[in-house]
């Protein structure tokens, strides 16, 4: 069987085997897309029954199962299965990746980089988001510390990844059409910006509230002593 011609830059790109999307693009992003959604709307509800959450918080829980499962599921599936791109199947976490390529053709030539930190996000920071929709949902003390250090992580890796495009390059190995440039390439990643930004200025105002409070506390306990 003959290797069809791949969609991806650049267009002397050596891919054996490569077998196009059995989807259409629309199909992919409506799966990814509708999962997410429905994720996030399950954990809203869910969290409804622990009645001392507030709104913020149970929109907190959303947003670290649905990119938990994100990391661990789709991007794991990247660093475990190096040739997605040969896939005839449609498996739609192997169609994902296909279409994501042509935003990023490094994930198909598994450029050094995106290797290793796919899986530090997929096999670290993934399993991690779970630790902390456990913590949010029983409001462990522990939940800020465990939700800022995986939000700059994520922010670090995110900012990392758009450096390292920038240094080569930002056309060397992404399509240039506005849907793969700026609506993969672009607004999905800055995604893992702006969320983890605001997730670390949230976790901030409650370790320094916190913190304010024990002082104030602690002033008092001390004045009374002496008096």
Known sequence: MATAHHPY???DLVLPGFVPNVLPYEAILGVFFGCSALV???MFVLTGRFKYLGTVERLWAGWWMCTGLIHFVIEGNVVANSKFYQDTSGNILNEI???YTKADSRYATRDAFIVQME???AFVWGPACFLIVYGILYRRAWRFTAMLLV???QLYGDVLYYLTCMH????KHTRTEPLYFWGYFVGANAIWIVVPSLCILYCARNVNAAVAAAGKTSTKKSAQKRA
């Open 9 to 11: 830059v650049p267009q």
């Open 168 to 171: 080569e390059g930002l056309t």
């Open 151 to 153: 939000s700059l992580g």
């Open 40 to 42: 996030v709307i399950f």
């Open 97 to 99: 990746w296909k279409e």
């Open 119 to 121: 899986g530090v996000t």
